[in-house]
Protein backbone atom coordinates (compact mmCIF):
# COMPACT_ATOMS: atom_id res chain seq x y z
CA UNK A 1 0.00 0.00 0.00
CA UNK A 2 2.78 2.26 0.92
CA UNK A 3 4.53 3.08 -2.43
CA UNK A 4 1.14 3.53 -4.10
CA UNK A 5 -0.81 6.12 -1.90
CA UNK A 6 2.93 7.68 -1.85
CA UNK A 7 3.45 8.36 -4.95
CA UNK A 8 -0.46 9.78 -5.52
CA UNK A 9 -0.27 11.44 -2.21
CA UNK A 10 3.11 13.61 -4.30
CA UNK A 11 0.69 14.61 -6.84
CA UNK A 12 -1.67 15.52 -4.20
CA UNK A 13 1.36 17.55 -2.81
CA UNK A 14 2.40 19.16 -6.14
CA UNK A 15 -0.95 20.25 -6.84
CA UNK A 16 -0.76 22.78 -4.19
CA UNK A 17 1.75 25.62 -3.79
CA UNK A 18 3.59 25.59 -1.03
CA UNK A 19 6.09 22.78 -1.59
CA UNK A 20 7.68 25.12 -4.39
CA UNK A 21 8.00 27.86 -2.11
CA UNK A 22 9.68 25.35 0.28
CA UNK A 23 11.64 24.33 -2.50
CA UNK A 24 11.25 20.54 -2.66
CA UNK A 25 11.16 20.27 -6.47
CA UNK A 26 13.30 17.01 -6.29
CA UNK A 27 11.30 14.00 -5.83
CA UNK A 28 14.03 12.31 -3.53
CA UNK A 29 13.66 15.23 -1.13
CA UNK A 30 9.78 15.43 -1.71
CA UNK A 31 10.20 11.58 -0.57
CA UNK A 32 12.13 12.45 2.62
CA UNK A 33 9.45 14.39 3.88
CA UNK A 34 6.66 12.83 2.70
CA UNK A 35 7.93 9.54 4.91
CA UNK A 36 8.80 11.50 7.90
CA UNK A 37 5.51 13.20 8.17
CA UNK A 38 2.80 10.60 6.56
CA UNK A 39 2.89 7.12 7.44
CA UNK A 40 -0.04 5.22 5.03
CA UNK A 41 -2.69 5.43 7.75
CA UNK A 42 -2.47 9.35 7.80
CA UNK A 43 -2.03 9.32 3.71
CA UNK A 44 -5.80 7.95 4.13
CA UNK A 45 -6.87 10.10 6.43
CA UNK A 46 -5.99 12.99 4.22
CA UNK A 47 -7.74 11.22 0.88
CA UNK A 48 -10.84 10.72 3.51
CA UNK A 49 -10.60 14.37 4.24
CA UNK A 50 -10.22 15.09 0.66
CA UNK A 51 -13.12 13.39 -0.38
CA UNK A 52 -15.69 14.59 1.93
CA UNK A 53 -14.66 18.09 0.71
CA UNK A 54 -12.93 19.51 3.57
CA UNK A 55 -9.54 19.79 1.90
CA UNK A 56 -8.85 20.22 -1.83
CA UNK A 57 -4.72 21.33 -1.96
CA UNK A 58 -1.82 20.96 0.04
CA UNK A 59 0.41 24.25 0.98
CA UNK A 60 3.39 23.88 2.59
CA UNK A 61 4.46 23.34 6.44
CA UNK A 62 3.84 26.43 8.55
CA UNK A 63 5.04 24.95 11.52
CA UNK A 64 7.07 21.48 12.70
CA UNK A 65 6.57 21.18 16.51
CA UNK A 66 7.66 18.21 19.05
CA UNK A 67 3.74 16.33 18.66
CA UNK A 68 2.48 17.92 15.75
CA UNK A 69 3.02 19.73 12.31
CA UNK A 70 1.14 22.39 10.97
CA UNK A 71 0.16 22.72 7.51
CA UNK A 72 -1.75 25.17 5.11
CA UNK A 73 -3.98 23.50 2.66
CA UNK A 74 -7.11 25.56 0.21
CA UNK A 75 -10.76 23.99 1.18
CA UNK A 76 -12.54 23.65 -2.26
CA UNK A 77 -14.16 27.06 -1.87
CA UNK A 78 -9.99 27.86 -2.28
CA UNK A 79 -9.86 29.58 1.64
CA UNK A 80 -6.77 28.93 3.49
CA UNK A 81 -7.63 26.40 6.28
CA UNK A 82 -4.77 24.87 8.89
CA UNK A 83 -4.09 21.27 9.04
CA UNK A 84 -2.44 19.74 12.38
CA UNK A 85 -1.13 16.41 12.25
CA UNK A 86 -0.02 14.66 15.26
CA UNK A 87 2.32 12.22 14.55
CA UNK A 88 2.10 8.49 15.98
CA UNK A 89 4.79 6.96 16.00
CA UNK A 90 7.09 9.56 17.25
CA UNK A 91 4.74 11.15 19.92
CA UNK A 92 5.17 11.31 23.62
CA UNK A 93 1.78 9.41 24.13
CA UNK A 94 2.82 8.37 27.63
CA UNK A 95 2.48 11.48 28.81
CA UNK A 96 -0.31 12.41 26.32
CA UNK A 97 -2.17 9.47 28.29
CA UNK A 98 -1.42 11.22 31.74
CA UNK A 99 -3.04 14.45 30.89
CA UNK A 100 -6.23 12.42 29.03
CA UNK A 101 -7.13 9.92 32.16
CA UNK A 102 -7.86 12.80 34.17
CA UNK A 103 -10.18 14.36 31.76
CA UNK A 104 -13.78 12.77 32.46
CA UNK A 105 -14.32 13.01 28.73
CA UNK A 106 -11.50 10.01 27.77
CA UNK A 107 -11.74 8.27 31.23
CA UNK A 108 -11.77 4.97 29.39
CA UNK A 109 -9.17 5.17 27.21
CA UNK A 110 -6.72 2.42 26.98
CA UNK A 111 -3.15 3.29 27.39
CA UNK A 112 -2.06 2.36 23.78
CA UNK A 113 0.11 4.67 21.25
CA UNK A 114 -2.47 5.55 18.47
CA UNK A 115 -5.66 5.68 20.41
CA UNK A 116 -3.83 8.23 22.47
CA UNK A 117 -2.71 10.31 19.36
CA UNK A 118 -6.08 9.86 17.95
CA UNK A 119 -8.26 10.94 21.26
CA UNK A 120 -5.49 13.89 21.53
CA UNK A 121 -6.20 15.25 18.05
CA UNK A 122 -10.11 14.76 18.83
CA UNK A 123 -10.19 16.40 22.32
CA UNK A 124 -8.32 19.18 20.65
CA UNK A 125 -11.08 19.42 17.81
CA UNK A 126 -13.73 19.32 20.59
CA UNK A 127 -12.02 21.80 22.55
CA UNK A 128 -11.85 24.47 19.67
CA UNK A 129 -15.55 23.85 19.39
CA UNK A 130 -16.78 24.66 22.68
CA UNK A 131 -14.45 27.41 22.69
CA UNK A 132 -15.66 28.49 19.56
CA UNK A 133 -19.47 28.35 20.99
CA UNK A 134 -18.67 30.56 24.01
CA UNK A 135 -17.06 33.11 21.69
CA UNK A 136 -13.84 32.64 22.56
CA UNK A 137 -11.18 34.08 19.85
CA UNK A 138 -9.70 30.93 18.51
CA UNK A 139 -9.72 28.95 15.31
CA UNK A 140 -13.11 27.51 14.63
CA UNK A 141 -13.00 23.93 14.53
CA UNK A 142 -13.55 22.65 10.84
CA UNK A 143 -13.06 19.06 11.04
CA UNK A 144 -10.71 16.03 12.51
CA UNK A 145 -10.25 12.13 11.69
CA UNK A 146 -7.66 10.35 13.67
CA UNK A 147 -4.49 12.63 14.06
CA UNK A 148 -5.75 15.33 11.83
CA UNK A 149 -7.57 18.41 12.67
CA UNK A 150 -8.59 20.80 9.94
CA UNK A 151 -9.35 24.21 11.41
CA UNK A 152 -10.02 27.92 10.76
CA UNK A 153 -6.18 29.41 9.51
CA UNK A 154 -5.82 32.17 11.62
CA UNK A 155 -3.52 34.58 8.82
CA UNK A 156 -3.34 36.23 5.32
CA UNK A 157 -2.56 35.04 2.67
CA UNK A 158 -1.61 31.84 4.03
CA UNK A 159 0.91 33.51 6.35
CA UNK A 160 0.00 32.84 10.18
CA UNK A 161 -0.51 35.48 12.78
CA UNK A 162 2.70 36.22 14.45
CA UNK A 163 3.14 34.33 17.61
CA UNK A 164 3.01 36.65 20.59
CA UNK A 165 6.13 35.37 21.73
CA UNK A 166 8.16 36.24 18.39
CA UNK A 167 6.19 39.78 18.21
CA UNK A 168 5.14 41.31 21.19
CA UNK A 169 2.22 43.71 21.43
CA UNK A 170 2.82 47.00 20.85
CA UNK A 171 -0.31 48.17 23.58
CA UNK A 172 0.41 45.38 26.16
CA UNK A 173 -2.19 46.57 28.94
CA UNK A 174 -4.70 45.93 26.10
CA UNK A 175 -3.85 42.83 24.92
CA UNK A 176 -3.44 41.38 28.68
CA UNK A 177 -7.35 42.84 29.46
CA UNK A 178 -7.81 41.09 26.55
CA UNK A 179 -6.41 37.99 27.20
CA UNK A 180 -8.67 37.65 30.78
CA UNK A 181 -11.68 38.26 29.10
CA UNK A 182 -10.99 35.62 26.80
CA UNK A 183 -9.39 33.40 29.76
CA UNK A 184 -12.51 34.43 31.75
CA UNK A 185 -14.84 33.31 28.69
CA UNK A 186 -13.64 29.93 28.32
CA UNK A 187 -13.93 29.18 32.33
CA UNK A 188 -17.44 30.43 32.23
CA UNK A 189 -19.57 30.02 28.98
CA UNK A 190 -17.20 26.86 27.45
CA UNK A 191 -16.81 25.50 30.88
CA UNK A 192 -12.97 25.00 29.72
CA UNK A 193 -9.31 25.83 31.07
CA UNK A 194 -6.50 26.36 28.58
CA UNK A 195 -3.74 24.42 30.69
CA UNK A 196 -1.13 25.11 28.01
CA UNK A 197 -1.50 29.12 27.59
CA UNK A 198 1.45 31.01 27.69
CA UNK A 199 3.12 33.52 24.79
CA UNK A 200 3.67 30.37 23.03
CA UNK A 201 0.37 29.78 22.37
CA UNK A 202 -1.18 33.50 21.58
CA UNK A 203 -1.28 34.73 18.07
CA UNK A 204 -2.02 38.69 17.21
CA UNK A 205 -4.23 39.94 14.50
CA UNK A 206 -3.05 42.14 16.56
CA UNK A 207 -6.19 41.50 18.79
CA UNK A 208 -5.17 37.93 20.79
CA UNK A 209 -6.25 34.95 19.57
CA UNK A 210 -5.54 31.48 21.57
CA UNK A 211 -4.40 28.58 19.51
CA UNK A 212 -2.90 24.75 20.37
CA UNK A 213 -6.15 23.13 22.73
CA UNK A 214 -4.77 19.89 22.98
CA UNK A 215 -4.46 20.20 26.71
CA UNK A 216 -7.67 22.36 27.15
CA UNK A 217 -9.08 20.48 30.28
CA UNK A 218 -13.00 20.35 31.59
CA UNK A 219 -13.75 22.78 34.85
CA UNK A 220 -14.68 19.74 36.41
CA UNK A 221 -10.92 17.75 36.33
CA UNK A 222 -9.28 17.77 39.70
CA UNK A 223 -6.16 19.34 37.50
CA UNK A 224 -8.04 22.94 36.43
CA UNK A 225 -7.08 24.73 39.44
CA UNK A 226 -3.93 23.80 39.13
CA UNK A 227 -4.03 24.57 34.96
CA UNK A 228 -5.44 27.88 35.81
CA UNK A 229 -2.55 29.04 37.86
CA UNK A 230 -0.12 28.09 35.49
CA UNK A 231 -1.86 29.61 32.39
CA UNK A 232 -2.64 33.16 34.84
CA UNK A 233 1.22 32.78 36.00
CA UNK A 234 2.39 32.40 32.54
CA UNK A 235 0.37 35.41 31.46
CA UNK A 236 1.49 36.90 34.09
CA UNK A 237 5.17 36.69 33.77
CA UNK A 238 5.46 37.27 30.31
CA UNK A 239 3.12 40.86 30.63
CA UNK A 240 5.38 42.02 33.93
CA UNK A 241 8.11 41.89 31.42
CA UNK A 242 6.24 43.97 29.07
CA UNK A 243 6.05 46.35 31.75
CA UNK A 244 2.45 46.09 32.54
CA UNK A 245 1.40 46.47 36.60
CA UNK A 246 -0.44 43.47 36.52
CA UNK A 247 -2.37 42.00 39.88
CA UNK A 248 -1.59 39.46 42.07
CA UNK A 249 -2.32 36.11 40.79
CA UNK A 250 -5.25 35.64 43.21
CA UNK A 251 -6.54 38.41 42.05
CA UNK A 252 -6.62 37.20 38.60
CA UNK A 253 -7.83 33.67 39.70
CA UNK A 254 -10.96 35.79 41.25
CA UNK A 255 -11.64 37.64 38.15
CA UNK A 256 -11.73 34.68 36.46
CA UNK A 257 -13.64 32.63 38.68
CA UNK A 258 -15.11 34.76 41.17
CA UNK A 259 -19.11 36.02 40.84
CA UNK A 260 -18.25 39.34 39.60
N1 LIG B 1 -5.31 27.73 13.08
C1 LIG B 1 -4.09 28.14 12.72
N2 LIG B 1 -3.94 29.07 11.76
C2 LIG B 1 -2.71 29.49 11.41
N3 LIG B 1 -1.58 29.04 11.95
C3 LIG B 1 -1.65 28.13 12.91
C4 LIG B 1 -2.90 27.62 13.36
N4 LIG B 1 -2.68 26.72 14.33
C5 LIG B 1 -1.35 26.66 14.48
N5 LIG B 1 -0.72 27.50 13.64
C6 LIG B 1 0.73 27.73 13.51
O1 LIG B 1 1.42 26.56 13.90
C7 LIG B 1 2.19 26.82 15.08
C8 LIG B 1 2.11 25.61 16.01
O2 LIG B 1 0.78 25.37 16.36
P1 LIG B 1 0.39 24.76 17.76
O3 LIG B 1 0.87 25.64 18.85
O4 LIG B 1 -1.05 24.44 17.71
O5 LIG B 1 1.16 23.41 17.73
P2 LIG B 1 2.42 22.88 18.54
O6 LIG B 1 2.78 23.79 19.66
O7 LIG B 1 3.45 22.49 17.58
O8 LIG B 1 1.76 21.62 19.01
P3 LIG B 1 1.89 20.85 20.35
O9 LIG B 1 2.29 21.84 21.42
O10 LIG B 1 0.51 20.32 20.50
O11 LIG B 1 2.95 19.84 20.06
C9 LIG B 1 1.61 28.09 15.65
O12 LIG B 1 2.56 28.82 16.37
C10 LIG B 1 1.17 28.84 14.41
O13 LIG B 1 2.26 29.49 13.81
MG1 LIG C 1 1.90 25.40 20.60
Known amino acids: MGVKVSEDFQE???????????????????????ERVFDASTLLTLYHLINRGTLDRFGGAVST??????????????????VK???????DFKNMYRYLVVDPRFRGIHRDRRQVVYAWASREYKNLQRA?????????AIDYEKNVLVM?????????????KDSPPADPERVFR???KEVKLLYREAKLVHADLSEYNV?????PILIDFSLG???????????????????????????VSVPPLAELLEEVKGEG
Do not use: C
Open 12 to 34: FLRKGEGWKYERLEKDSEMRKVV
Open 65 to 82: GKEAHVFRALNPEGEYVA
Open 85 to 91: IYRVATS
Open 132 to 140: GEAGVSSPR
Open 152 to 164: EFMGEEGLPYPRM
Open 178 to 180: KLL
Open 203 to 207: LLSPD
Open 217 to 243: TDVSSPMAEEFLRRDLSNLSNFFRRQG
